[in-house]
C-alpha cells in the first residue's frame, strides 16, 4: 500500500521569500507523483507531476519539485512567492496500474506581506 | 473549459435524512471519484467509478453509497446522514487515458446537525 507524508501543517513565509513544501511518500512499486494546489473556497486544480525522465518537474505558477528516489521524497520549491501563492498544497501517489490518487494531508502556505 | 460541477455548494441536513450529492462532468470522462476533505486527514477516497453501472470501494466506503446511471453523472448517497459525516465532498474525474491528472468541482460543504 502506499501512503504520503507531509511534514508541515502550515508554512508561513513572507512575500518574495523562498520556499519548499515537504512531501514523502512509502511504495513498494513504482509510482506516480503529483502535487495539486487548493485556493480558498475552490476545488484542487494539478500543479505538476512526475511520470518518469527528468527528476526536476516544472509547473505552472513558477513551482517545481524534484524527485528523489533514494530519499523517497518529492518536494514542493519556488524561489520567491507571491501574496497569491497562499493556499493548500497537496501531495499525491498512486502506482502505475490504478486511477487512484493517494493524498497527504496538506500543507498550508500562507505569505505574508 | 473543462468543468466539473456540483450541485450544492453548501447543505445542512439533520441526522438521519438522506441526503444526495451530485456531480456532473462534461468532459466525457470515464473515471470519476468521490474524495472527503477534513482537516489535518487530506483528501480521502469514499468510491470511485470507472465506467457507467461500475462503482468500487475506496479507502472509507462505510455510510455511503454511489449511483453511476449516465456516464456524465456520479452521485454520492449517504442513506442516514450521522453528524460524523459532517465535512466538504469534492468530486473528480479523470479520462482513462490520461495519469493523474484528476480535474475536481468545487466541493460540497455538509453539515449534519
Known amino acids: 500500500a502506499q501512503s504520503v507524508t507531509q511534514l508541515d501543517s502550515q508554512v508561513p513565509v513572507f512575500e518574495e521569500a523562498p520556499v519548499e513544501l515537504r512531501c514523502n511518500y512509502s511504495s513498494s512499486v513504482s509510482v506516480y507523483l503529483f502535487w495539486y494546489v487548493q485556493y480558498p473556497n475552490q476545488g484542487l486544480q494539478l500543479l505538476l507531476k512526475y511520470l518518469s525522465g527528468s527528476t526536476l518537474v516544472k509547473g505552472i505558477n513558477g513551482f517545481e519539485a524534484e524527485f528523489n528516489k533514494s530519499q523517497t521524497s518529492f518536494h514542493l520549491r519556488k524561489p520567491s512567492v507571491h501574496i497569491s501563492d497562499t493556499a493548500e498544497y497537496f501531495c499525491?501517489?498512486?502506482?502505475?496500474?490504478?486511477?487512484?490518487?493517494?493524498f497527504g494531508t496538506g500543507t498550508r502556505l500562507q505569505v505574508f506581506p | 473549459d473543462v468543468k466539473v460541477t456540483q450541485s450544492s455548494r453548501y447543505l445542512v441536513k439533520r441526522t438521519g435524512e438522506k441526503v444526495f450529492l451530485e456531480c456532473v462532468q462534461d468532459m466525457d470522462h470515464e473515471n470519476m471519484f468521490w474524495y472527503r476533505q477534513d482537516p489535518g486527514l487530506g483528501l480521502r477516497l469514499i468510491y470511485f467509478?470507472?465506467?457507467?453501472?461500475?462503482?468500487e470501494k475506496g479507502d472509507i466506503p462505510e455510510g455511503y453509497s454511489v449511483s453511476r446511471e449516465k456516464k456524465e453523472r456520479f452521485s454520492l448517497i449517504l442513506e442516514s446522514a450521522s453528524t460524523n459525516q459532517t465535512s466538504m465532498y469534492l468530486c473528480?474525474?479523470?479520462?482513462?487515458?490520461?495519469?493523474?491528472?484528476?480535474?475536481f468541482g468545487e466541493g460540497s460543504r455538509l453539515t449534519v446537525l
Open positions: 499525491a501517489v498512486s502506482d502505475f496500474n490504478t486511477d487512484k490518487l493517494i
Open positions: 467509478s470507472y465506467d457507467v453501472k461500475m462503482k
Open positions: 473528480a474525474s479523470i479520462t482513462s487515458s490520461e495519469t493523474g491528472e484528476l480535474f
